[in-house]
């Protein structure tokens, strides 16, 4: 069975950056597209950014790009989400997902992933 670990959330001024882990045990990572999406209190959750299985083709929420990398290591079983120049307006819960494909797309609507972590908390101060 898929499971999905979030670390390195926390507490960070405005400007500061974090790097999010997402383990990944239970099945074969190189064959899932990996994606991280977000919550805010009162708010849906949003598309963050994906990745495909191979790496070679992300993509990122405009209110994140070029702020936000999204990256993962296939050896190591793990997703990453590098996050720079933080703003008050990024904090949220941050989930990873990962669903299974054949192709070497990445995927936007939090409806395909099958595969969800429990969440880590980022909030960022002003």
């Known amino acids: 069975q898929v499971q999905l670990v979030e670390s390195g959330g926390g507490l960070v001024q405005a400007g500061a950056s974090l790097r999010l882990t997402c383990a990944f045990s239970g099945g074969s990572f190189s064959g899932y597209a990996m994606a991280w999406f977000r919550q805010a209190p009162g708010k849906e959750r949003e598309f963050v950014a994906s990745?495909?299985?191979?790496?070679?083709?992300?993509f990122y929420a405009d209110s994140v790009k070029g702020r936000f990398t999204i990256s993962r290591d296939n050896n190591n079983a793990a997703a990453y989400l590098q996050m720079n120049s933080l703003k008050p307006e990024d904090t949220a819960v941050y989930y990873c997902a990962g669903g299974f494909t054949v192709y070497d797309g990445g995927y936007s609507s939090p409806n395909w992933y099958r595969n969800w972590g429990q969440g880590t908390q980022v909030t960022v101060s002003s």
């Open positions: 990745i495909s299985v191979s790496g070679a083709n992300t």
